[in-house]
């Protein structure tokens, strides 16, 4: 009866003097939980990446892959596409002389015109690009040199753009709108088509300019600023980009749908490219609800208002025109890529199943005993 | 960093920063204090004491307001943090930033955050814990009550006078000034303090001794004059100065240290000294420690060189940038636009400001969470580990803990075990096994089934590891049952079914007493003996009856007696009742201490005067007098007590007295003779404690201890008092001990000796020849040393028991010699010594003991399979040489096939001389089997006995080079050894063999054996070791293990992890240390590679943006890619992967050694792992470059579909390597892409005009219904991950490692898979890795057997395919089965296959070390020779000169090898 008294005070005790030291070890409930979590043997998949276990999958992949890339190949193939370069650098090119004589000072436009012709009839909608190379649109520069606020139609930023927007921020104390350099080097060419009849007369291709821009940038991201309508009043108190010829709310005088920010062609340079070398959307020529085809074979005309000039940084300017398809403009890289990755899959597959039957066959019995 | 040193010392500077305080207040070197008492009130200013910490304990590091600049501060000690915030910082630079900059400094905040709010939740339960202690209650003297009132600890103060009741905890150091014991002694156990469970004694301040009625502290008006508080346990100097201008010293005999607990005695008061911090406990209390892991060091090194590539890439970018800006000349194209300020950059500046644009968007290069991950991770593991019921102790109910938190891993990479020997490979629980008595032995087949018992009770939990492991003495156990097992009484009642909470509670009950569990107290005597001693005693109680001369008792019998009387009395054992709180069995008659005086010895040894006692309860003065100075063996009885004594004798009748029973009462109260079941005995050493309880087990039982007397209680006769005339206690030298008595049956001036078998054999009395008497005793010599033999080869412990009488002239002419040796001034140690000599000459043999030290469970096999592992297991032991060899022959650490090679020296260039020797001879042998070896076989060997590994990679090669050897090696030797001439010598010696055994070294010794092992061969060592003298080894070791079992918390304290049982080991080691290292290095890599890869495609991406720091990867993206998208998964995979599991890791030790070579985590690895990281860049960067080249595409709008893929492939990258798939792997990658989506969606729709410059409003949105989108996304994973996915595949079917053999065994089903395990013993390992050089198949073993090897070969290469075939065999229900496989194909291998337990221990046919043969190499110089003794088994000696076994192979097959 003592004695059991005894212990009780004793572990007490002896309790109170481990936690005596403050030491890091107090655990009040000593027995681990035998759970499987606390233990390390919750439920688990152990793959094993032998020869014999992966040969399944590469073969899958190549049977799988190798299909996929004959579809976008054939599908990239379909699209019809004509490109056709304008920027002069060539003595017998028709824009030679403008390339040659224009820079950004010039004050008159430059016109030259460029025949080509189209082999194929374009069937469904034509998507007129113009495209531009070795024109660092990333730059980090470049790319930062925007105000998106201002571009919203914050009244404050079009008065006070920010300072990312240096050193296109203001021009004679006036601040510039839209500001930065993007805004600043808009593309501003313009490109009209003429079909060639039989007869030879010129016939203007109808192409739309709206539609050309992301969905969000035109009516969300892009906003005029001021309730007005008269854009020009908005406006009052900025000054244009330094390159550019006319003010901002001067873009597209006959649609105020498509003026001042909001215009498409403004938001679709807003938008810079990712690589060097890229096509901007310029137009769009709709199919015709009868059966004739978008675009008939036949000899086209180009006539270009050459206003941007490209030399000077060795870069070359193009007109493209395309259709498109489900995935998009034409580029074999996509259905090349499948089924090159499918058909070495597959010649992978073939060279597991080699080595596992030559070597495997001990693990193989091992994994599947008797 | 600076970190760890804060955290380690924060105790310390808390108490510093106050004494600084407090020394500028007073610049003294000692501390004063006053009693409170005096100061009652006068608050304030005016209380001396004031200037001293108080009791309150505060561990915490911060406060609410300290805390921010606190934390921030220590962790600004990281330089990674610094570095990430420098860069954070740049990125408000406007001409080199890249994100917003508030932006760039939320991955910061969130890992300073993330590390503050650990921070906070540690000091949170510090702050608990102060608090539960603070609040704790005390008796404290209250001026204004005049009595004690409890206060919590927090308000005792310096100067406090407290009242300690017994089993209660000291809050604070306190000087002793008043005890209820009589002796004026105090009793406390420091177990939490330095763990040892014994009893320590202090004593009252000298001068408060005489102090007959009760302490009064308001009469207390002394100053005490003391040191500085300081952190020495065992030291306290001082002195007390009474108002009388006394002054008194203090000691640390004084003092009550904080922590300890009151035991025995009923109450003591004290003054307090030192509170709260400046005691000497929380001045002891060290922190956590931090050290910093191999694998972190090496992850260092790749940190640093990640470093290099970023500056690289940078300096590559902006060279690029300049160049780029060069070919423009000074036509500025519109898109480069000039700096903010509107000035032309010059290419020149333009590079430069770049090149630190390039730092901030590379910045991911070095991964910023993969410190905080790390630590992340190795909390989760610590807390498995913590959770591991494997590990968990239900009888002392202790876990593993782990103490330091960030070297997990390092236990998945240690090369060298050195483990101390007593309480770590032992449960430092002797346990009497056998004994003989005058040359017939009794082998206590009940007690050894009773033990046996035991074993099962412990093991029945492991009963699915299979029990061919198990010892083969615990066999033979079933095998030799005899049917007529007489059960005593006494044991009945531990004959319980064995559960372990019984078991449990019965170890706490004898928690108290030193060594004593029921497995040692209990013991099943044998039964003849039984018949013998009560024969023996019954016929003396006749004998005694009818005043017969004792000497009559046939000589068999009397040896009987006699042995059963030394086992009782030759020893130091205190005796104590339980009841009471250890009160101390009062059965003092009279007062008489050992013969000081030639007058004494007159007078004491008159005829006819037996020693008698009669009650002398009123002896309580004298009993005092006698105590001071410490302790009663030394003082001198005063003349007083002479006489009383005398009279006492004349008064008390001769016989009656001699067996006198009823004992004295202690303070009045009825004392009842304790029930001698219920007696406690206190031993110094476990191994005498076992020896009084085994004579206990045959009614011979030890009831009292006196300075001067012993009390026996005998059946039949009663109890016997021996007065003890001299104790010569045990010294390491003479390696026994003797006690004289006078023998109160006989009259006679008896001897009992006990010691060492060596050294008792020698000095027993050469039998005299001719007659029967002789003739009997020379068979008694003979039969004794074979039994001797026989029990030193099954490892225990044995003693010899021999007896001498002397004549009382021989007496007084010793005496004479032995008082004037005791009175010597100069030389008396010496003196001392050679008198004991003289006495323990011309014994007489009774009989010899086999006590168990019984190994801990499962040792022998946790250490067969460490060493499996490719551990080194050195032992360091203080005990001796031969107990250590006993024990290390148990454990299996030796093995009777193996050489030993005993070094034992007394001078310098004998030590020299034995290193040299002893290389050579293994040179030799290596000659001898590589002579018929390749030639190439021969360099590798040679070169592999450089002393150190020209690198770590060697460190295999050199495991080629141990050998079949064991190193034995003598403290003395060590210290010469260790000297740094010979240290090269010694390690060479030492690393070629197999295992390391050093005798008698100090704990000094020991630290700097692991310290030249750590780093002159740089290697990984742990140190486990369970007390005190282990602790400088735990510290200097990479990995400190301690034991909380015995002996307590000192080395748990200085450990690193501390496991309640030794072979925890091999869990903690083979399975968690494998899995956190392998984890962890995988994580590592996984780290590198995830960011490389990451950092890359940005890198790729500048060629086509002229260099210009442009990022298609949205900054978000960017800069919480790692803490964000890709965290999780890795975290859960460094926590949870197992690539093999637990039982096979146990089961195969051999897979331990990928992680000792590092084999997860090599350097080329992490170059490796670079390379496919910028294969995969390059594939996730081109296919959508290809993809979108000259199309309409923005530049997020391009970059967001490669983000998706990087993170795609960067998860699926982790889904090859992950091994182990759970619901939580799949739940954390699917959580991964699911939260990139969704923060995408949001974020991409969040705002249209936010996020500048990147703001791509609405990005994703198209993107998801783009299908090429889709595509790429599938394609560029694919193709990017496809290298890896084959090289795993191939890697693993054609060259699979061992670890990844250990997973395809894993996914076998359990009974295939134990079968393979079990054949495995033998054949595993060759098949594990071909590779393996140390591996037994394949390679010449020894020259002159190579005939029998072309015989062996075929064998075992049947063996082999057997092992193969085992599959495609039915499953085999039973494992015994297996064996007749192995018959049937070849009759060899099921040879191989029989467990190496066929020795018996109890088959006499069996006598192993009668047959040991020893070589001495005899030096010449100095004056005891020193010798080199190779030890073998005798068939291995057969061959050894020519055809030593050289190449370390299983021990089945070594034992294939002696068969043939």
Not at chain 1, 331 to 357: D, E, K, M, Q, R
Not at chain 2, 547 to 554: A, C, D, K, R, V
Not at chain 2, 594 to 607: G, S, Y
Request: net charge neutral; proline share 5%.
């Amino acid at each position: 009866m003592m004695a059991s008294s005894y212990n009780a005070k004793e572990e007490d005790g002896h309790h109170s003097g481990s936690s005596s030291h403050g030491g890091p070890g107090a655990i009040k409930s000593k027995k681990p939980d035998n759970t499987a979590f606390k233990q390390q043997r919750l439920p688990a998949w152990q793959p094993i990446l032998t020869a014999g276990t992966v040969l399944p999958a590469f073969f899958v992949i190549g049977l799988i892959f190798i299909p996929i890339g004959i579809g976008l190949f054939v599908t990239s193939n379909n699209i019809k596409e004509f490109e056709i370069d304008y920027t002069g650098v060539e003595i017998d090119s028709p824009c030679y002389i403008c390339a040659k004589n224009f820079s950004w000072n010039s004050t008159t436009s430059c016109v030259c015109s460029v025949n080509f012709t189209l082999d194929q009839p374009f069937e469904s909608n034509v998507y007129m690009y113009y495209g531009l190379s070795n024109f660092y649109q990333n730059h980090r520069r470049y790319v930062k040199s925007r105000d998106d606020s201002q571009l919203n139609g914050v009244e404050s930023n079009l008065k006070q753009p920010s300072k990312e927007c240096e050193p296109y921020r203001t021009s004679d104390g006036l601040p510039i709108a839209p500001c930065g350099a993007i805004a600043n080097s808009l593309f501003n060419d313009t490109l009209e088509l003429f079909h060639i009849n039989q007869n030879g007369t010129k016939q203007r291709v109808n192409v739309t300019k709206k539609g050309i821009a992301w969905w969000t940038d035109k009516h969300v991201k892009f906003r005029n600023p001021g309730g007005s309508s008269n854009l020009s009043v908005a406006f009052q108190g900025t000054a244009k980009p330094v390159n550019w010829r006319k003010a901002v709310y001067d873009l597209d005088p006959e649609d105020p749908e498509n003026n001042g920010f909001i215009n498409e062609d403004f938001i679709v340079w807003m938008r810079t490219a990712a690589l060097p070398t890229f096509r901007k959307l310029y137009r769009i020529i709709q199919k015709k609800p009868n059966s004739t085809p978008t675009l008939s074979s036949g000899r086209y005309v180009m006539e270009i208002t050459y206003n941007y000039p490209v030399l000077s940084f060795d870069g070359r300017k193009r007109m493209i025109l395309s259709t498109i398809s489900w995935m998009g403009g034409k580029n074999p890289f996509l259905g090349i890529a499948y089924i090159t990755v499918g058909s070495i899959c597959f010649f992978l597959g073939v060279v597991l199943l080699v080595i596992h039957h030559k070597y495997d066959t001990r693990t193989n019995s091992a994994e599947i005993p008797n | 960093m600076a970190r760890e040193n804060e955290d380690a010392g924060m105790a310390e500077d808390v108490s510093k920063a106050k004494s600084q305080r407090k020394s500028k207040a007073k610049e003294t070197k000692t501390r004063t204090v006053h009693a409170n008492t005096l100061h009652d009130f006068a608050k304030g200013e005016e209380n001396p004491s004031r200037r001293y910490a108080n009791n309150r304990i505060k561990t915490t590091k911060y406060t609410v307001l300290s805390f921010l600049p606190k934390n921030l501060f220590e962790q600004f000690h990281r330089l990674a943090n610094v570095y990430f915030v420098f860069i954070a910082l740049l990125n408000f630079v406007p001409v080199v930033n890249t994100f917003l900059p508030e932006l760039a400094l939320a991955p910061v905040l969130f890992i300073l955050s993330v590390t503050a709010i650990k921070d906070i939740w540690e000091d949170y339960r510090r702050h608990r814990s102060d608090m539960e202690i603070n609040h704790m209650d005390c008796l404290v003297y209250s001026r204004a009550e005049k009595g004690y009132v409890e206060k919590y600890w927090k308000e005792v103060r310096v100067g406090d006078f407290i009242r300690l009741r017994c089993n209660e905890i000291l809050p604070a150091d306190v000087l002793l000034l008043s005890s209820s014991d009589p002796d004026r002694l105090c009793h406390i156990e420091t177990a939490t303090l330095d763990g040892e469970t014994n009893l320590k004694q202090r004593q009252v301040v000298r001068s408060f001794f005489d102090l007959d009625c009760d302490f009064d502290p308001l009469k207390y008006n002394s100053v005490i004059e003391c040191e500085k508080p300081n952190n020495d346990l065992n030291r306290f100097r001082g002195y007390i100065i009474h108002q009388s201008g006394k002054k008194d010293a203090l000691y640390k005999e004084n003092l009550l240290l904080r922590g300890c607990t009151i035991r025995n005695t009923e109450e003591a008061v004290g003054i307090v000294i030192y509170a709260g911090h400046e005691t000497k406990a929380m001045l002891n209390n060290n922190g956590p420690r931090y050290k910093r892991s191999k694998l972190e060091r090496q992850m260092n090194v790749d940190v640093f060189w990640c470093v290099i590539i970023l500056l690289v890439m940078c300096l590559f970018a902006a060279l690029g940038h300049g160049l780029w800006m060069f070919q423009y000349g000074d036509k500025r194209p519109v898109f480069d636009v000039l700096s903010p300020e509107g000035t032309n950059l010059s290419p020149i500046m333009s590079a430069i400001y770049l090149f630190l644009t390039m730092i901030i968007v590379f910045q991911v290069l070095i991964p910023i969470s993969l410190f905080v991950s790390i630590e992340i991770v190795k909390i989760c593991q610590v807390y498995f580990i913590h959770q591991d019921a494997d590990l968990y102790d239900e009888e002392t109910d202790s876990h593993l803990q782990c103490r330091a938190l960030n070297i997990t891993e390092d236990l998945g990479q240690m090369q060298y075990i050195f483990s101390d020997k007593t309480g770590t490979l032992t449960e430092n629980k002797m346990v009497f096994r056998r004994c003989t008595v005058a040359g017939v032995e009794y082998s206590h087949d009940a007690n050894a089934k009773r033990i046996a018992m035991y074993q099962e009770m412990d093991s029945e939990e492991e009963e699915c590891i299979s029990h061919g492991g198990t010892l083969p003495r615990r066999d033979s156990v079933g095998s030799h049952q005899s049917a007529r097992v007489l059960r005593s009484h006494s044991t009945k009642s531990h004959r319980r079914t064995g559960s372990r909470a019984e078991a449990k509670r019965a170890s706490i009950l004898s928690k108290h007493t030193a060594f004593s569990s029921p497995m040692e107290k209990d013991i099943t005597p044998d039964p003849q003996l039984l018949d013998k001693v009560n024969d023996c005693s019954s016929q003396l109680d006749f004998m005694r009856l009818h005043s017969q001369p004792m000497s009559q008792l046939p000589s068999d019998l009397s040896d009987v007696f006699d042995f059963f009387i030394a086992l009782t009395i030759c020893n130091t054992v205190v005796v104590s009742s339980p009841n009471q709180p250890r009160q101390k069995v009062r059965m003092r008659f009279e007062l008489k201490s050992p013969v000081k005086t030639i007058e004494d010895f007159i007078k004491r040894f008159t005829p006819s005067r037996l020693t008698s006692g009669s009650n002398n309860s009123s002896s309580s003065s004298l009993n005092r007098s006698s105590n001071k100075g410490g302790s009663s063996m030394q003082s001198c009885p005063s003349a007083e007590s002479t006489l009383t004594k005398l009279n006492e004798e004349q008064s008390s009748s001769v016989m009656e007295h001699a067996f006198s029973p009823a004992p004295p009462s202690y303070d009045g109260k009825a004392f009842c003779t304790p029930d001698e079941g219920e007696l406690r005995y206190e031993a110094e050493s476990p191994d005498e404690a076992a020896l009084v309880y085994a004579a206990r087990a045959y009614k011979c039982s030890l009831v009292g201890r006196l300075p001067d007397q012993v009390t026996v209680e005998l059946p039949h006769l009663g109890k016997l008092n021996f007065e003890l005339l001299h104790t010569l206690g045990f010294d390491s030298t003479r390696k026994r001990m003797s006690v004289v008595v006078r023998h109160p049956l006989t009259d006679q001036i008896t001897v009992y000796t006990k010691g060492a078998d060596s050294v008792i054999m020698e000095l027993i009395r050469p039998p005299i020849t001719g007659n029967s008497k002789g003739r009997r005793q020379k068979k008694i010599l003979c039969r004794t040393q074979n039994y001797l033999n026989l029990y030193a080869a099954d490892g225990l412990r044995t003693l010899c028991i021999a007896k001498k009488v002397l004549s009382k002239d021989e007496y007084a002419r010793w005496l004479q010699h032995h008082l004037q040796a005791e009175t010597a001034i100069q030389r008396r140690e010496e003196l001392l010594f050679e008198s004991a000599l003289r006495l323990e000459t011309n014994l007489q043999l009774l009989g010899a003991t086999g006590i168990e030290d019984r190994l801990q469970d499962g040792v022998p096999e946790t250490i067969a399979s460490l060493r499996k592992a490719g551990l080194q297991i050195w032992v360091l032991t203080g005990d001796k040489q031969e107990t250590a060899v006993n024990i290390a022959y148990a454990c299996k650490l030796l093995d009777p096939e193996e050489e030993l090679l005993t070094l034992n020296a007394d001078s310098q260039e004998a030590c020299k001389l034995l290193l040299e020797e002893s290389l050579h001879y293994i040179q030799a042998k290596f000659l001898c089997s590589s002579g018929d070896a390749s030639a190439k076989d021969f360099h590798a060997n040679v070169s592999s006995f450089e002393i150190y590994p020209s690198s770590p990679l060697s460190s295999h090669a050199a495991s080629d080079s141990v050998h079949r050897l064991g190193l034995v090696i003598d403290g003395r030797t060590l210290a010469y050894a260790l000297d740094a001439s010979l240290e090269d010598t010694f390690l060479t010696v030492a690393r070629s063999c197999r295992s390391v055994l050093c005798c008698r070294s100090t704990p000094l010794q020991k630290s700097m054996v692991v310290k030249l092992v750590r780093n002159k061969l740089k290697v990984m060592t742990l140190a486990i070791g369970d007390g005190a003298n282990d602790v400088s080894m735990i510290q200097v070791a990479d990995v400190g293990v301690g034991i909380s079992g015995q002996e307590g918390m000192q080395a748990v304290m200085a450990s690193d992890f501390a496991l309640p049982r030794f072979r925890y080991l091999q869990k903690l080691l083979l399975v968690h240390g494998h899995w956190c290292y392998s984890r962890l290095a995988n994580m590592i890599l996984y780290f590198f590679y995830k960011n490389a890869m990451f950092v890359a495609l940005i890198f790729w991406y500048q060629f086509y943006c002229g260099f210009s720091g442009s990022a298609m990867i949205d900054q978000w993206y960017l800069i919480f890619f790692n803490l964000m998208f890709s965290s999780f998964p890795q975290l859960i995979s460094g926590t949870l992967d197992k690539d093999v599991s637990a039982e096979t890791l146990q089961q195969l030790p051999q897979l331990y050694t990928s992680g000792q070579n590092s084999e997860e985590y090599k350097p080329y690895m992490f170059w490796m792992n670079m390379i496919d990281a910028f294969y995969q860049s390059l594939v996730c960067f081109f296919i959508p470059y290809f993809a979108y080249t000259d199309s309409d595409v923005d530049l997020f709008t391009w970059g967001t579909p490669i983000t998706t893929i990087a993170l795609l492939t960067i998860l699926l990258h982790l889904g090859i390597e992950t091994k182990t798939w759970t619901w939580m792997n799949c739940l954390s990658i699917a959580f991964s892409v699911a939260l990139f989506f969704t923060v995408a969606l949001c974020y991409n729709a969040s705002c249209p005009t936010c996020y500048p410059p990147s703001n791509p409003y609405w990005t994703i949105q198209r993107l998801l219904q783009d299908p090429v989108f889709y595509l790429l996304c599938t394609i560029a994973p694919v193709a990017a991950l496809l290298p890896r996915y084959f090289y795993r595949a191939c890697h693993s079917t054609l060259f699979p490692n061992p670890v990844q053999v250990g997973r395809q065994l894993d996914k076998l089903p359990a009974d295939t898979r134990r079968n393979i395990l079990s054949l495995s013993r033998v054949k595993m390992g060759s098949w594990l890795s071909p590779r393996q050089p140390s591996l037994p198949v394949g390679k010449p073993q020894n020259c002159t057997q190579k005939d029998q090897r072309g015989t062996e070969a075929p064998a075992k290469r049947a063996g082999a395919e057997s092992v193969q075939q085992g599959p495609a065999h039915p499953p085999d229900p039973h494992s015994s089965s297996l064996k007749e496989l192995g018959a049937k194909n070849d009759p060899l291998l099921s040879e191989e296959l029989q467990p190496a337990s066929t020795k018996d221990p109890s088959d006499p046919s069996w006598v192993p070390s009668t047959q040991m043969d020893r070589v001495q190499l005899n030096l010449p110089p100095s004056r005891a020779p020193p010798c080199v003794t190779y030890v073998r088994s005798s068939e291995t000696a057969l061959s050894c000169e020519q055809t030593p076994p050289c190449s370390r192979g299983t021990t089945a097959e070594a034992e294939l090898y002696t068969a043939v």
